[in-house]
């Protein structure tokens, strides 16, 4: 089922979270520069304004009684069309226990920055709302192809280059992809290229990772899990212009791409399919790095697990700042050691930019909390609460933390 992504950018979708409220995401750009803005946007942004409605009405009656003609569009008059720069994001719901029932795959995109065209300096807006333009729904995925399909028809009608009059008619602005966002399983998906489990699985550099069993508790019924471990922090860098050449052939042994016989939708549209999915923070460093750490030191004894008494204190003082919670929180951080398989991830963000260090000060061993706290420093480096680009020199430096 597709939404439209036109009618999304317009406020008439029926994928919009919140119908009016959307419109906020916009209020800072009709304060100050409202040319920028589509005419659909703004005419429902000046809805809201009673003295401006009046104020037009009175100017159409006085246009009425003078007899005065509206002023006609030329080519003189007529303004350039804004261009949006939107990220698409895509992850799937599991809407029933049985994994054999239905799944319901939305397709969201989220406005970035808005400029006057596509070569002038843009405005990003310091807001932003996700609009479903889609949803795939069955007991069987679709092909990445058909499940973009509708979508990427659309991006080519909105795209700045394109010059066909019978496509572009009737079109308030353009658009361009930013960025994809996905978990890994569904960046693997849309490319397609080997899992999270494949030796030449690494995203952004070409080494062959080493298989490695997972450290469990002792007696623990569960089996043997094994991951793959990419341990050449020198690996040369995977390139868009390359991507095509990382299939296994006679002259490469790199099995990153599955095949060339199914290709990614994506370089259709000439996307850059390596540097343009982003390796978000949300599963690589929360539900990845953080919650594997915190799982260390709540039951495994090789990764420096505390004891009952140590455990105890920790849950105490989160206990403690559950009443110190500010209302900007949407909630609090549960107790450790009962709760950290079930941790959200809003807790594990929480966790990691707000509570490390009163949570393990005095609890962990110097190195220990030394240690975990690096994955803080990298975050703030890598600009956790900034939107503005991450300068070369903290990207180096986070590059040597983590």
């Not at 308030?172 to 489990?197: H, M, N, Q, Y």
């Not at 298989?211 to 508790?217: D, K």
Request: glycine share 4%; net charge positive.
């Amino acid at each position: 089922m597709h939404f439209g992504l036109e009618s999304a950018l317009k406020g008439d979708s029926p994928g919009l979270y919140f119908k009016h409220s959307n419109l906020l995401q916009y209020a800072s750009i009709y304060a100050t520069k409202p040319e920028l803005l589509p005419d659909s946007i703004r005419k429902k942004i000046e809805t809201f304004d009673s003295d401006l409605q009046i104020r037009k009405a009175k100017e159409s009656l006085l246009r009425s009684a003078e007899n005065i003609v509206p002023e006609v569009l030329n080519e003189a008059n007529i303004r350039a069309i804004p261009h949006f720069t939107i990220d698409f994001s895509l992850d799937g719901v599991q809407i029933f226990h049985n994994s054999e029932q239905s799944e319901c795959i939305p397709i969201m995109v989220a406005v970035h920055a808005i400029s006057e065209s596509p070569s002038a300096y843009s405005t990003t807006l310091k807001t932003r709302y996700p609009i479903i333009v889609g949803i795939a729904h069955g007991k069987t995925k679709p092909t990445a192809k058909s499940l973009v399909h509708h979508l990427f028809n659309e991006l080519s009608r909105l795209c700045p280059d394109n010059r066909n009059p019978k496509e572009t008619a009737g079109r308030e602005f353009t658009v361009s992809l930013r960025c994809a966002v996905a978990d890994w399983i569904f960046r693997a998906f849309l490319k397609p290229i080997k899992g999270p489990t494949g030796f030449w699985c690494c995203e952004r550099c070409i080494q062959r990772g080493v298989c490695c069993a997972l450290p469990r508790p002792k007696n623990s019924p569960k089996k043997e899990s094994k991951t793959v471990q990419l341990r050449d922090l020198n690996a040369p860098r995977r390139l868009n212009e390359d991507f095509l050449k990382y299939v296994k052939s006679d002259d490469c042994s790199d099995e990153h791409l599955l095949g060339l016989n199914d290709l990614s939708p994506f370089i259709d549209i000439n996307f850059p399919v390596v540097s343009g999915f982003s390796i978000d923070a949300m599963h690589t460093m929360y539900a990845g790095c953080l919650r594997r750490r915190l799982i260390g030191i709540v039951s495994l004894t090789t990764e420096g697990k505390l004891n009952s008494t140590s455990l105890a204190a920790v849950n105490t003082r989160l206990k403690l700042f559950e009443k110190c919670k500010p209302s900007e929180f949407e909630r609090h951080v549960r107790s450790l050691s009962n709760c950290i398989e079930k941790y959200k991830m809003h807790e594990l963000r929480d966790f990691l930019m707000y509570n490390l260090f009163p949570v393990f000060s005095g609890i962990l061993q110097g190195n220990q909390l030394e240690n975990i706290m690096l994955l803080q420093y990298g975050m703030l480096l890598l600009g956790g609460f900034d939107p503005k680009p991450v300068p070369t020199a903290d990207i180096l430096e986070a590059t040597r933390v983590f």
